[in-house]
């Protein structure tokens, strides 16, 4: 089922237990189109269960995923052909040089012929793997697999990116390229959701961040609006999440586990 | 040398079992008699064994047949000790073989207070868990048992220790192998540059042909009494070899000769010491050693334009139908199924030229033409549907995330299997016929059964490979459920007869395969059938077979997708 949507991304309702785990509690989310979304929370929190439901991954149990205007559940493969995807620790095929893995991404996604080469030689470029495209990804850093994966999230020109700890493993050069470029996507319309841990970069890049905690979403909003929220004016990201999270009080931890 | 740190290490090698798709890991509660279920049976099978021959020997009069019966259990204790040693070497190195593409948890001593000797111990002791460990649990209880009866219990004990000795001998060469191997590998890469890949996929083949002609010959006559015989008579000729002094230890004990025995038996236990702190240095120096790199291309980037898309796939089958060709010629845990083509190929090519096995009874080439054309093709459909989905491992996430459909999905890996499958029967083929020389008409006809079967257990095999796809990376990659393995094998067993069955029939009745071979009565009446409705019959048999089960690989394929919670 097709149908207009202003939102990039729109859930309602949605829930997803596992056994006894409610990994996401009812959530309610629009993400609007052309936006970097940073989706925060501890581990656990349910923040990789959501992206999975976004990108037709996993099925909730409860609610609706609107996606580009297509309905998750109805159409999964129409939703991930426009979506590009990073999970937190990609596998790639470890067998297959760098170049090899971008050609077999570009031809699941349909890529013409010459614009393929196009845009894997300029990626290639962008992101200083020349030298290093024909070698088997088995030998490469962590931070270059990361590098390919990211390549490969771009390749087909999504509208909509989802990014699970996307900067992990990256040498600054390469965190900053990335960053510049997620912005330049931003200002041709393509929206993004990052999962992340890290907070400065959430603040950073972010322009509304939703802090999610136990499968619910706490808190959403600009900077200005988490801050109001949490009541802590003029502070930073880190300790508005630490606050909202209830999990502020960490002096009595460090004493215990320096005991 | 900390023990426990040992039986920790182990126990994760056991557990390993545990990540399997599907199962939930929360709670989990260990089944421990199924775990042990290999053990337990390996150890009544040997008392049964045991009871079964100390009741013959009981229920002789003859003292000259008892006399027989004795020496007969003498000679089986003499040589077990080798033969442990020799299926041990072949198992541990199928393990090794297996566990070599993947980087496993071997870094684990480097940043955890665990030693070099803790690591190899129990990697060596974790190679043994599974057949070698049972067969030595079987040999041991089934010689403690016969014992009891010819009341030799002293040289059961010695027997026992020599048995466990052995096995562990296997393993702990088994790992020098794999530490020097890896280092060789890193050679050669460095050596050859661009054709590395190639290198190495010839090398692991020419490897495995070698393996298998040195076991063959060493297993010359087929059956374990033939090596028995053999390695009780060539223990005492290469005396001199490490390798089967606990043999020797054996049978000085047996002819009273007390000093040799002590003589042999501390200089097996110095031999183990020494191969075992030979892999314990090697594994300091090699174990963490990183092959360089493979570089496959260097230049301008060139897409490949498809041969693959004026044959009907799409861009995307096209690329799942390459990548699992490079895959099946460059992940070396996957080369292992090259094996069976192999030993289909070479233990009746072997026998035919008399290299292995008695003399070759008339009419062999027949048999061998069609073993040759069928079985290779064959049996690499139903490995390779079995394993195609569960080979991904971690990196089935793609599959999930991508937009990839069921249908193509089932498409691009039926055709890998069936393309495969036919280059290896063509291959096998072609020497099959150059040795044995069929007439054109029964070597079409082979042909086309063989495809048949490939198209028919290919699909049966892929359904199941979906369906019991086992994602398990370390220590080795699963890729399928072993009882969904076990059981789907069976079943395309049993298709197989049935769709070669009319070509049997035409057999029989032609004259090709005389009746008493097949064990059909004269009283029996088989209806003459004219080779083209032989194959015309197969043919109807293996379509419906195929389209039945494409259409549930298809259904088990949307459930695949659907489920993409791993």
């Known amino acids: ?259 | 040398m900390n023990w426990k740190n040992v039986l920790r290490l182990i126990n994760v090698d056991i557990k390993s079992g545990r990540l399997i798709r599907g199962k939930k890991l929360r709670r989990y509660r260990e089944r421990r008699t199924f775990q042990y279920l290999l053990y337990g049976g390996a150890f009544v099978l040997g008392i049964v064994i045991g009871l079964g021959v100390g009741i013959v020997y009981n229920a002789v009069p003859d003292p000259q047949v008892k006399t027989l019966v004795e020496q007969g259990v003498r000679l089986l204790f003499l040589s077990f000790p080798t033969m442990v040693l020799l299926y041990s070497l072949v198992f541990t190195t199928m393990s090794q073989i297996q566990r070599m593409g993947v980087k496993s948890s071997i870094q684990l001593p480097y940043w955890l207070p665990i030693t070099w000797e803790e690591h190899t111990l129990a990697s060596t002791v974790a190679h043994l868990i599974g057949f070698p460990l049972a067969s030595v649990i079987l040999f041991s209880s089934a010689i403690a048992t016969v014992s009891i009866y010819l009341e030799t219990t002293h040289l059961a004990v010695l027997t026992i220790f020599a048995l466990v000795a052995s096995a562990f001998l296997a393993s702990t060469t088994t790992e020098i192998f794999r530490v020097l191997q890896v280092r060789l590998i890193g050679a050669v890469y460095k050596s050859s540059g661009k054709a590395a890949l190639w290198v190495r996929f010839f090398g692991s083949l020419l490897f495995l042909i070698a393996f298998y002609i040195v076991w063959f010959s060493l297993t010359s006559g087929g059956s374990s009494i033939a090596l028995i015989e053999m390695l009780a008579g060539a223990q005492q000729a290469v005396w001199f070899v490490p390798y089967v002094w606990l043999g020797m230890a054996l049978a000085s004990f047996m002819n009273g000769m007390l000093a040799q025995t002590v003589i042999f038996s501390l200089a097996s236990l110095l031999f183990i010491l020494v191969l075992f702190y030979g892999a314990v240095k090697l594994n300091a120096r090699f174990g963490l050693y990183e092959p360089p790199a493979i570089t496959v291309s260097r230049g301008a980037y060139v897409p490949k334009v498809g041969f693959l898309g004026k044959l009907g796939f799409s861009s995307l089958e096209a690329a799942l139908i390459r990548k699992d060709f490079k895959a099946f010629t460059r992940r070396r845990e996957l080369m292992y199924i090259f094996i069976t083509p192999l030993v289909v190929l070479l233990v009746p090519l072997m026998q035919y030229l008399g290299i292995y096995g008695g003399p070759v009874p008339p009419g062999a080439s027949r048999f061998l033409s069609a073993w040759v054309l069928l079985a290779p093709g064959a049996l690499m459909a139903v490995m390779l549907g079995t394993m195609i989905i569960g080979e991904e491992g971690g990196s089935v996430w793609l599959f999930f995330s991508s937009p990839i459909t069921a249908r193509s999905l089932v498409k691009s890996k039926y055709a890998f299997i069936i393309i495969f499958s036919c280059i290896v029967m063509l291959v096998c083929g072609v020497v099959g016929i150059l040795i044995s020389r069929p007439s054109p008409e029964i070597t079409i006809a082979l042909l086309i059964e063989s495809v048949l079967l490939i198209f028919a257990l290919g699909a049966v095999s892929l359904g199941a490979g979906i369906k019991g796809a086992d994602f398990t990376e370390v220590p080795r990659p699963r890729m399928v459920r072993p009882l969904t393995a076990i059981v789907y094998s069976l079943f395309c067993l049993v298709l197989a007869l049935a769709i070669f069955s009319p070509l049997l029939l035409y057999a029989v009745t032609a004259g090709y395969i005389p009746v008493t071979v097949v064990h059909i009565p004269a009283s029996v009446f088989l209806p003459k059938i004219d080779l083209y409705i032989a194959v015309s019959i197969s043919a109807v048999i293996a379509l419906v077979v195929t389209f039945v089960f494409f259409k549930i690989a298809l259904k088990n394929a949307k459930e695949f997708l659907i489920k993409a919670e791993i």
């Open chain 1, 1 to 259: 089922m097709v149908f207009a949507s202003e939102a990039a991304v729109k859930l309602r309702g949605v829930a997803k237990r596992y056994a006894d785990i409610v990994a996401v509690d009812h959530v309610d989310l629009d993400v609007k189109h052309g936006e970097i979304f940073g989706l925060l929370g501890p581990n656990g929190s349910g923040k990789t269960t959501t992206l999975k439901m976004i990108l037709a991954l996993i099925k909730p149990d409860y609610g609706s995923v609107n996606v580009l205007g297509i309905k998750a559940e109805d159409d999964p493969v129409a939703v991930k052909r426009q979506v590009g995807y990073v999970p937190e620790s990609p596998r790639l095929y470890e067998f297959l040089t760098g170049l090899e893995y971008l050609d077999f991404v570009g031809d699941i996604y349909g890529l013409d012929t010459s614009e393929k080469k196009t845009r894997i030689e300029e990626y290639l470029e962008a992101m200083e793997l020349e030298g290093r495209e024909g070698d088997m990804i088995s030998s490469y850093s962590q931070g270059m697999k990361q590098k390919i994966a990211l390549i490969s999230a771009f390749l087909h020109k999504p509208k909509l990116l989802l990014l699970d700890e996307p900067l992990s493993g990256l040498d600054p050069r390469s965190a900053r390229i990335v960053k510049d470029f997620l912005r330049k996507l931003t200002a041709q319309g393509v929206t993004t959701i990052m999962s992340t841990h890290i907070l400065e970069i959430a603040q950073a890049m972010c322009d509304r961040i939703a802090i999610m905690y136990e499968g619910r979403l706490l808190a959403l909003g600009d900077m200005k609006e988490l801050r109001r929220k949490a009541r802590l004016p003029g502070s930073d990201l880190e300790d508005i999440f630490l606050k909202l999270t209830g999990t502020e009080d960490i002096r009595a931890v460090v004493e215990a586990l320096l005991k």
